[in-house]
């Protein structure tokens, strides 16, 4: 099993709609981050979170929001989804002790909003 | 965190070193260069990081300059499945985020 789960994988939607992007992960980790790519770009932070009790704003985070439910589990929300928010999404998780932070990335969710 | 600059994109044929340059002239002395890999769509994949020294595991090789304002990402023999977008990332390890820029698209051809 993947140590970052995202689901769904694939999601098509219509403007204005509701849309949650969910994130689970297995390696212990207290920080973690969505991130959003566009075609031909590179990554984008969304929102990230170093505790259940921490949530931070990224880069790109109007008209997303998020929810840190456990330790393990990280949501994104498009409360009104619009056709420009589509997009492939990751989720990611590091642990800052030490030198390593590396990231590690779930496979992603890619969402179309027609 | 220090921003980079890397190519577009390069080619390398298979079976030789793949050399991709990465600049990040405005690095300050607590970052470290980080090296990712994104193949097709999935989510990027850790290579490799260093502060001062070279470093070299299993995958690739990172030579960094004497004064740290460039390095290097070396996979020594190219292979087919080392096609992919390669992003150089600086950031202090207990840092907030990761600023990933547009990377190098590296081809590898027959």
């Known amino acids: 099993d993947a140590d970052v789960t995202q689901t769904p994988r694939n999601r098509i939607t219509k403007t204005g709609k509701r849309i949650m992007l969910e994130c689970s992960q297995t390696?212990?980790?207290?920080?973690m981050y969505w991130y959003r790519q566009d075609p031909g770009l590179g990554l984008r932070l969304i929102y990230y979170?170093?505790?259940?009790?921490?949530?931070n704003k990224g880069e790109i985070s109007d008209g997303y929001s998020v929810s840190r439910q456990a330790q393990a589990k990280f949501s994104l929300s498009l409360e009104s989804a619009i056709p420009n928010q589509t997009a492939l999404y990751f989720c990611a998780t590091s642990d800052p002790l030490g030198e390593g932070g590396e990231l590690f990335f779930g496979e992603g969710s890619r969402l179309t909003v027609l | 965190d220090a921003k980079t600059t890397q190519p577009p994109s390069m080619d390398c044929a298979e079976g030789r070193a793949a050399n991709l340059p990465c600049n990040h002239s405005?690095?300050?002395?607590?970052?470290?260069v980080y090296w990712y890999r994104q193949i097709h769509s999935q989510g990027p994949q850790y290579i490799i990081h260093?502060?001062?020294n070279n470093e070299t595991n299993e995958m690739a090789s990172l030579i960094i300059t004497e004064d740290r304002k460039s390095s290097t990402l070396i996979l020594p023999h190219a292979t087919l499945r080392d096609t992919a977008v390669y992003y150089c990332i600086v950031r202090v390890p207990t840092g907030n985020q990761f600023y990933f820029g547009t990377g190098t698209s590296l081809t590898v051809i027959p």
């Open positions: 390696k212990g980790h207290d920080r």
């Open positions: 260093g502060l001062k």
């Open positions: 979170s170093f505790d259940v009790k921490d949530i």
């Open positions: 405005t690095i300050s002395g607590n970052e470290y």
